[in-house]
C-alpha cells in the first residue's frame, strides 16, 4: 500500500511588489502549518519523503510543520513542483522509489486540488461520500488530502484509484467553518 498526502501550501502574503515565487507566508498561515503538522502527527502522517515546491511559501510550510512531526525525512525541493499542473505533481510522483510508503507533496492550486480531484476514486461509503464533498466545495491554503493506493509502486497508480481517507483544513481542525 502507498499513502500520499497532498498539503496546499499555507495562507501567504499577497504583495504586487514582490514576485510570486518569493512570497511569504501571512500570520495566519504561519499559525496554520504547525497546527497542521500537529495534525498529521496526531494521525501518523509521518512521510519518509517530501516533496515541496521551492517557493518560499511552501518551503515555509514545510519548515513550521516540520518539527511537530517529530520524525527525521528526506525532502527534496523540484523546480518542476513550483505552480505545477496535476500531470507535472503525477510525474513527479510516479518517479518515486517503491521503498517510500508515505509520501507528502506540499504545492499550490489549481494543480493540486486538480490532482486530488483525478485520483480519488468513486466514493464507495458515506465517509468518502463526505470528505469528496468537502474536498470538490473548497480546497483551501493550508488543507491536506490523504489517499491510499494499494500498490506496490508510485509506478503504478491511476486516476480513480485512490481511496479518499481523510480531508483536514486548519479551520475544520478548530471546528469553525471555512
Known amino acids: 500500500m502507498k499513502r500520499l498526502v497532498l498539503l496546499r501550501h499555507a495562507k501567504s502574503q499577497r504583495d504586487e511588489a514582490t514576485k510570486d515565487k518569493d512570497r511569504p507566508l501571512n500570520e495566519r498561515g504561519r499559525g496554520d502549518a504547525p497546527r497542521m503538522g500537529s495534525y498529521m502527527h496526531h494521525k501518523s502522517y509521518l512521510p519518509q519523503l517530501v516533496l515541496c515546491s521551492p517557493?518560499?511559501?511552501?518551503?515555509?510550510?514545510?519548515?513550521?510543520?516540520?518539527?511537530?512531526?517529530?520524525?527525521?525525512?528526506?525532502?527534496?525541493?523540484?523546480d518542476p513542483l513550483y505552480l505545477a499542473s496535476a500531470a507535472a505533481i503525477g510525474k513527479l510522483v510516479?518517479?518515486?522509489?517503491?521503498?517510500?510508503?508515505?509520501?507528502?507533496?506540499?504545492?499550490?492550486?489549481?494543480?493540486?486540488?486538480?490532482?486530488a480531484h483525478a485520483l480519488a476514486r468513486k466514493p464507495e461509503s458515506a465517509k468518502e461520500r463526505k470528505l469528496d464533498a468537502e474536498i470538490?466545495?473548497?480546497?483551501?491554503?493550508?488543507?491536506?488530502?490523504?489517499?491510499?493506493?494499494?500498490?506496490?509502486?508510485?509506478?503504478?497508480?491511476?486516476?480513480?484509484?485512490?481511496?479518499?481517507?481523510?480531508?483536514?483544513?486548519?479551520?475544520?481542525?478548530?471546528?469553525?467553518q471555512d
Open 136 to 176: 470538490r466545495a473548497k480546497f483551501p491554503t493550508g488543507a491536506l488530502a490523504v489517499l491510499d493506493f494499494q500498490v506496490n509502486a508510485w509506478s503504478e497508480i491511476a486516476p480513480g484509484d485512490g481511496e479518499l481517507v481523510d480531508f483536514a483544513r486548519p479551520k475544520g481542525l478548530d471546528g469553525d
Open 94 to 115: 510516479k518517479a518515486v522509489g517503491s521503498e517510500v510508503s508515505l509520501l507528502v507533496v506540499i504545492g499550490h492550486n489549481p494543480g493540486l486540488e486538480d490532482f
Open 55 to 78: 517557493a518560499k511559501r511552501t518551503v515555509e510550510t514545510w519548515e513550521l510543520l516540520a518539527p511537530e512531526l517529530g520524525v527525521e525525512t528526506e525532502v527534496r525541493f523540484p
